[in-house]
């Protein structure tokens, strides 16, 4: 699943790709609508299909952000702005081509779900393999919740003493630090690949109790997260599965990682470990983290 870094990878490549440019109309997959028809909501969410395909229509980009693992694109029409929010899910990728063929990899060409055609004749394309991927088109962030009760960015100044505050409520004190980095109201953007790299880095074991780091060592650990996070940033995020920059362009922080889907412990040689987490497989080395 793409974390903060991949996210603000594809937002760096879509401004100056498509702001400031208009929509002129929308195509959405049949899939989105057999499943709108079960009941069940498929990619789009909060609003008809019929209706989201006409409500974009004459909307120019006026500005592309990342809030935490989501894109927000602002709109405008008429003199009023609106926010359409993305979430990639585990396999969401954007494309910026003048005729889908140009996407190189067949797996993305066969699961187009939302194909946007700019008044500049450029299609914008979203392509989601899993369909796990959001979209919502809202006022703004009052309208759905959870995007108000997301930390502050990580490299922001408040963002530290917000996960130190965090760590010190009773919903957190008692789970494995693993699961408490990874929620996106204690710390914005960090998912398993970087909750494990941080953790190896800092020689923490994954299932260790938050109440039983102290206060110097949780610091510490939000900064290596932060630097890590900042790193991978630098390298294009990592490439890792099915994801991708837009146009199918890769990452190179996965070159990087030194304990996220490994075997052997870079530093002892041990034999790694793993356990679920939070719903997600922990890579672990039984010799330097405790």
């Not at 926010?83 to 140009?102: P, S």
């Not at 450029?122 to 962030?141: A, H, K, P, T, V």
């Not at 398993?192 to 260790?208: C, D, Q, V, W």
């Amino acid at each position: 699943m793409p974390e903060l870094p991949e996210v603000e990878g594809v937002v760096r490549a879509l401004v100056p790709a498509v702001e400031g440019k208009t929509i002129k109309k929308i195509e959405l997959s049949k899939t989105i609508y057999s499943s709108w028809s079960e009941g069940k909501q498929c990619i789009i969410k909060n609003i008809e299909p019929n209706l989201f395909e006409e409500i974009f229509q004459g909307m120019t980009i006026d500005k592309i952000n990342r809030r935490a693992k989501y894109i927000y694109f602002h709109l405008k029409k008429d003199g009023e702005h609106f926010l359409f929010v993305n979430h990639l899910g585990m396999t969401g990728a954007w494309f910026v081509v003048t005729q889908i063929n140009e996407i190189a990899e067949e797996k993305f060409r066969k699961h187009i779900h939302a194909i946007f055609y700019l008044e500049s004749g450029e299609l914008l394309i979203y392509s989601d393999i899993r369909r796990f991927g959001e979209m919502r088109f809202i006022s703004n962030e009052n309208e759905h919740p959870p995007l108000l009760q997301m930390a502050p960015e990580p490299f922001d100044d408040v963002a530290c003493q917000h996960f130190i505050e965090k760590c010190e409520l009773p919903k957190y004190r008692n789970k494995a630090v693993k699961e408490v980095i990874m929620d996106g109201q204690v710390i914005s953007g960090c998912g398993n690949i970087y909750a494990t790299e941080s953790l190896f880095k800092m020689g923490i074991h994954p299932a260790r109790k938050v109440s039983r780091i102290s206060k110097k060592r949780k610091i510490e650990l939000f900064e290596v997260i932060r630097n890590i996070l900042q790193q991978s940033i630098e390298m294009g995020g990592s490439t890792i599965s099915d994801y991708r920059n837009i146009n199918g362009e890769a990452g190179g922080m996965q070159h990087r990682l030194k304990m996220y889907g490994k075997k052997i412990c870079p530093e002892c040689g041990t034999s790694t470990k793993s356990l679920v987490i939070g719903g997600r497989t922990s890579v672990y080395c039984p010799q330097c983290q405790h």
